[in-house]
């Protein structure tokens, strides 16, 4: 633990450790300095002037080194003038006075200033009612401006940087929280200062505008209205928003959110989801959010909404009542026995799937978790330790990504990775293809698709690199299913698993193996007992199958031959898709946003989610659902409450051990403090109340043996001459039935592409942006090709979920050119 | 008691009756067919203002749903262009309701407005057959336009109405 000092704080002794700026330490002990310009997140620049205060420290004798005394006591020197706080650290024996008329003379002085050109917005600004400057304003702001209000300064209104975020260059205060946020925090430097003096602006360096995913989190840290969210523009005023705690399920991270809703004249009169909030979990996520999980979240009120329930009659489905739906399930699985499969997502929650696996168990059917991804087992044995907080990782300690790009498949792990290695920590990122974390890395391990286990493989021989990681104080693995399928990421979890537990990396806070999954809850999946299918089309052949949460007759036409041969199909789900088309009764369930229950992310943390918006029609809970389809059929499933479904999983999963939701909401001071109205301004996220979630314990921990399922591996896919080996990569915006009604993301979608190396494409006679057609397995489609020339040759790179389907490495047939050059 | 008095009381009675109808004005006013005029500061039913140009003076701030004590203002902003502009600046109210069976006149609604556009007018005729009729929407309160191409939305010349609140010139104004 770093050196402790005391100093005294508007006469209230406060110890903290060396190397804290004043203002934190004000806050510490419960003392608002305002500011603008400082964050405790962000680098002290000292640019608003905002936090003057007094500063003395004790008067040293110059000869002997030794502090003067005074009547017993150390003289303390007072500088001549004001300092900041935020720039300022503390020594011991100092002594800040925050509220003499010196400083608040100074402070005020400052929100003149600032008032001279700051627009009068409040009335029409969204940040008006939860904005820091008038805070500061009513507390230090001049009755009076003895400014000439002709002399205002006025500049551009509404500028939008992206498509996302726009810019009011009249009330912006030049803080830079916005730019330092980008350089420091997510190292995409894509904000700058033009201009000088009075003119200076802010200007997006990038092209397309603002292009970083992380762009909505600078609209939470401006102090001022002058960075807005085109999403909630003039949506509602902050004070007229309710405020419910969720968990965002756009990626395995598990991001804490706030759900702001609102009643909507536009929306019929429905109470609907204004915005989505961060909620401050600082083993989680921090203070921040993702533009996906932030924008993302218009699906849950999409028109596709499935209301009522339906059963086919006569060719066409048809309303139908609950009783009448469910029974006709029930009578049509009663008769499969053996034969009906449950085909459930990592969309649901663990009560869900915990009821899914009962009836399928019960009942005698089998239980399929919808992935491409495998080694849930592995991340339950060696997963992260109890306490993991990447946030606290640093110098010392090693990340290992593998077969995973962060950055489009789980951005805020991305986050935390890139800062733990701005902290120190040796991060190695093997990868086939070049990633945005390369930047970060210490070493980075490029192999050809398919060696990525050879790869983890050579870490444990002799290296510079395997030594580093060996020698870490603690490591942690990420590995997805970049470039792979099932059976690939399967073998490779095993293959991380091993690395992990012959360097005694695991069964330790901020050491283990993460899963990069592709939906919110696959690790939850995994501890439920559910388990991905190799063969999924022939799993689903003439069987009685139960879909929840997944659209494969959309994903997939192989999957649609399938079903269409299957003897019966029924469908759970929130949306219309290609599924429910084809289904044979399809059951409305409730959105996330409508209902109760937990998620387990990929850190292995049990988190909660709460209704915030009414229930759509007739929708119910899918555990709900569940519980009435097995009731019909002579099985008892709690089906009423999701905590009591909850009890019963924690007595009969194993890792779920001893779980209460009381715990689950259990929270604890957090540092830094934010979203409060203070005039110490954090920022707009929601500070947590509603709980942190507890992290679920791997078999490691628990002293037993470890025993890491050895899984064969399939053998290596051969192109032959004019083929190629086509292998599926992971894209942030995708066209994902999640991401589809979010009609701001859509823009930055894109069409679907492939990527080639230059050699391989001019073998093939295409160019970059050419339109060529790709075919395998009996699919094809129109793509246009990017080139890479960090990719090796022979490979096509297809994006999941763009319209190709695209499950696992396959071996392409041709690309014949479609058209000319495309612009 | 003598026999007489009630004859006397009685026609004392009478008495003032007649002198009343003869000599004092009338007060009773014949309504509806005769209306009193109300005082400068008599507190009615609102009226949604419009500058002189036709644009409406609201911009949707919901200051006043926020002042109001008896949550009876009901506010949804959306936004303007140069093609459909309602009123000067990006915010315009896109729904406005009042419920005048909640309302209490206070006028607390037309002392947060920034630009003046909620005013509580004369008019205190308010009747109802149905709760659902009390509410009162942005049609009903907005103020009528004096001609026919001042109507909103209406397409105005690009850059000219950017601000939404006036701009004050004089800081001791």
Known sequence: MSKQVTITIDGKQVTVPEGTLIADAAKMAGIDIPVFCHHPKLEPVGMCRMCLVEVGRPMLDRATGQVVMENGLPKIQFMPKLETACTNRVSDGMVVMTTTDKAVDGQKGTVEFLLTSHPLDCPVCDKGGECPLQNLTMAFGPGQSRFNYDEKNHLEKMVPLGELISLDRERCIQCARCIRFQDEVAGEAVLGFDERGRNTQIITLSDPGFDSVFSGNTTDICPVGALTTADFRFGARPWELDAEASICTQCPVGCNTTLNTRREAKAGGDVVIKRVMPRQNEEVNEIWLCDKGRFAYHYTESKKRLVKPLVRKDEKLARASWDAATKFAAENFSKAKKDMVILASGRLANEDLFNLKSLADTAGGTAILYSDMGGGDVTAMVGVGQGTNIGKMGKGDAILVVASDLYEEAPIWWLRVKQAADRGATLIVANPCQTKLDKFAKFVIRYAYGDEVKTINDLSKKSKISDEFAKAKNAIVFYGNEGLGLNGSSVLASACGELLKETEHIGKPNNGLVGVWQRVNEQGAWEVGFRPEPDLEKALKGKSVYIVGADPVGDSPALAKALKGAKFVAVQDILETATTEIADVVFPAQAYT?????????????QRFYAAVPV??????????????????GIILEGTSVSVVFDILVNSVESFNELTYERLA????????????DLYYGGTTYENTQGLGVQLG???????????????KEAALRPKEKELLAVPVNKLYDRGVTINPAQLLNQRVGEATVTLHPDTAENLGVEAGARVKISFDGISGEVVVKIDDTISTGVALVPRSMGIAIREPVVARVLSRVEGKVK | MGVFDPIIELSKGLGEVLRSFLFEPTVTVQYPEEKRTVRPRFRGRHVLKRYDNGLEKCIGCSLCAAACPADAIFVEASENTDEKRFSPGQRYASTYEINMLRCIYCGFCEDACPTEAIVLGDNYELSFTDRRDAIYTKDSLLE???SGDMLTPRKVDVGVFVRSVPEMKDPTD
């Open chain 1, 594 to 606: 409508e209902r109760e229950g937990t998620f387990t992310s990929g850190e292995r943390r049990v």
């Open chain 1, 616 to 633: 759509k029609g007739d929708a119910r809970p899918d555990f709900a659902i569940t519980s009435q389809i097995a009731r019909q059929m």
């Open chain 2, 144 to 146: 009528s336009v004096p």
């Open chain 1, 698 to 712: 791997s078999l490691a921990e628990t002293g037993k043996t470890v025993h890491i399922p050895k899984v064969r």
């Open chain 1, 666 to 677: 259990e929270t604890h001071g957090q540092w830094p403090i934010v979203g409060r109205g």
